[in-house]
């Protein structure tokens, strides 16, 4: 069908973005935290060993002593607004639904737990977004992760009848928007301490060796993140990998490791900064800035600080903008 040349365009189709993130406890006691684990570490791609193995020991002797210890961990950093990564996520998607003009719906939910993914999915796609740009918001693509994520945003397509079309973010580790952000905030982070570091940890989230000699690219992806960071900032960082669990080998060096040798080589003020999430979280919060603290004063060290993750900050928001609005190319009237 012709149309006349001074027609007004067709409205584009309404896009959605939805932001996803891991999920936490809805509180912080032993009960929630129990239930939040079990459908976690129940994930086949988050522990690897066959399930026939595998739920006996979570079920036993996991669910049976963490939920209780975790719980305590949780309810030091536990904010009015809830767990903050909840918090936080919620923060991103509100200033992300600012940055975007009305055609762009902006939602967030969690791989475990609430807002549930299917349900977030099917209010964008009731809302009427004909297009879906799921944007879980690990910048180092690992399967326990990113995957994971898109995995059950997938199943929960599979129940409709009438999908929207689909696009994943790709994994942003080495995305100069991404890199310059976490410039701006470490080199804020730093410029507000009363100490000079002798030393920046680049502190991420570890997971087993084996995973990685099986082919999934996260070690690489932190890798390559710290070398530019470095690079970034013109001055020397370390990596470590942080929340070991259970017994497998995990990758090295850890960051409790690392923390308790620094003081003994004349190392005695650290800062950390955890490039690889990007809200802050328990394992932030209380790993990092509180037990990492202890150990690192209680072998000697005279001066910490853990730095702010970009959160809903304005580096961050700004490289979130940057990186999604590139996924919706073709999609939205304005680029
Ligand atoms: C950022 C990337 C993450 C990877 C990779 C990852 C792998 C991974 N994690 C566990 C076990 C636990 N992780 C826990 C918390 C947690 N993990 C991530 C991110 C990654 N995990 C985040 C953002 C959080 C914080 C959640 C919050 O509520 O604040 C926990 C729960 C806390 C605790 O009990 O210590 C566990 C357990 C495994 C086995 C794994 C394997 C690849
Ligand atoms: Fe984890
Ligand atoms: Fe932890």
Same mark, same amino acid.
């Given at each position: 069908?012709? !149309?006349? %040349?001074?027609?007004? *365009?067709?409205?584009?189709?309404?896009?959605?973005? +939805?932001?996803?993130? +891991?999920?936490?406890?809805?509180?912080?006691?032993?009960?929630?935290?129990?239930?939040?684990? =079990?459908?976690?570490?129940?994930?086949?791609?988050?522990?690897?060993? &066959?399930?026939?193995?595998?739920?006996?020991?979570? !079920?036993?002797?996991?669910? @049976?002593?963490? &939920?209780?210890?975790? /719980?305590?961990?949780?309810?030091?950093?536990?904010?009015?607004?809830?767990?903050?990564?909840?918090?936080?996520?919620?923060?991103?998607?509100?200033?992300?639904?600012? #940055?975007?003009?009305?055609?762009?719906?902006?939602?967030?939910?969690?791989?475990?737990?609430?807002? %549930?993914?299917?349900?977030?999915?099917?209010?964008?796609?009731? /809302?009427?977004?004909? !297009?879906?740009?799921?944007?879980?918001?690990?910048?180092?693509?690992? =399967? %326990?992760?990113? =995957?994971?994520?898109?995995?059950?945003?997938?199943?929960?397509?599979?129940?409709?009848?009438?999908?929207?079309?689909?696009?994943?973010?790709?994994?942003?580790?080495?995305?100069?928007?991404?890199?310059?952000? +976490?410039?701006?905030?470490?080199?804020?982070? $730093?410029?507000?301490?009363?100490?000079? &570091?002798?030393?920046?940890?680049?502190?991420?989230?570890?997971?087993?060796?084996? @995973?990685?000699?099986?082919?999934?690219?996260?070690?690489?992806?932190?890798?390559?993140?710290?070398? $530019?960071?470095?690079? /970034? $900032?013109?001055?020397?960082?370390?990596? @470590?990998?942080?929340?070991?669990?259970?017994?497998?080998?995990?990758?090295?060096? *850890?960051?409790?490791?690392?923390? *308790?040798? +620094?003081?003994?080589?004349?190392?005695?003020?650290?800062?950390?900064?955890?490039?690889?999430?990007?809200?802050?979280?328990?394992?932030? $919060?209380?790993?990092? #800035?509180?037990?990492?603290?202890? @150990?690192?004063?209680?072998?000697?060290?005279?001066?910490?600080?853990?730095?702010?993750?970009?959160? /809903?900050?304005?580096?961050?928001?700004?490289?979130?903008?940057?990186?999604? !609005?590139?996924?919706?190319?073709?999609?939205?009237?304005?680029?």
């Amino acid at each position: 069908m012709n !149309r006349p %040349a001074n027609h007004p *365009a067709i409205p584009p189709a309404r896009i959605g973005v +939805l932001l996803i993130n +891991l999920g936490t406890p809805d509180a912080a006691d032993a009960h929630s935290v129990r239930r939040y684990l =079990a459908e976690f570490l129940s994930d086949r791609r988050v522990v690897e060993i &066959p399930q026939l193995l595998w739920q006996p020991i979570l !079920r036993g002797a996991i669910l @049976t002593t963490r &939920p209780k210890k975790s /719980a305590h961990a949780y309810a030091q950093v536990w904010t009015e607004e809830g767990s903050p990564l909840a918090a936080i996520t919620r923060a991103q998607a509100i200033a992300l639904k600012d #940055a975007f003009g009305p055609e762009v719906s902006v939602d967030y939910a969690m791989r475990y737990g609430r807002p %549930a993914i299917g349900d977030r999915l099917q209010a964008l796609k009731d /809302a009427g977004c004909e !297009r879906i740009l799921l944007a879980p918001l690990y910048p180092q693509y690992c =399967a %326990a992760t990113t =995957a994971t994520a898109n995995d059950k945003a997938f199943l929960a397509l599979a129940g409709m009848r009438w999908q929207p079309a689909i696009r994943t973010l790709p994994p942003y580790y080495d995305d100069p928007a991404y890199i310059d952000a +976490l410039k701006t905030s470490v080199e804020a982070g $730093l410029a507000a301490l009363d100490f000079e &570091p002798d030393l920046l940890l680049a502190s991420f989230h570890g997971m087993p060796q084996r @995973t990685l000699e099986l082919g999934d690219p996260y070690h690489c992806h932190c890798q390559k993140t710290a070398r $530019l960071l470095k690079e /970034a $900032l013109g001055r020397d960082l370390t990596i @470590t990998f942080q929340s070991r669990f259970g017994r497998a080998k995990w990758l090295e060096p *850890a960051t409790d490791t690392v923390l *308790a040798s +620094l003081p003994a080589k004349g190392v005695r003020k650290v800062a950390i900064v955890a490039p690889g999430f990007s809200a802050d979280c328990v394992e932030t $919060l209380e790993e990092l #800035a509180i037990r990492g603290r202890e @150990t690192f004063e209680e072998a000697g060290g005279t001066h910490f600080a853990a730095l702010p993750c970009l959160n /809903a900050s304005d580096p961050g928001i700004d490289m979130l903008r940057s990186i999604v !609005r590139r996924e919706l190319a073709g999609w939205t009237a304005t680029p």
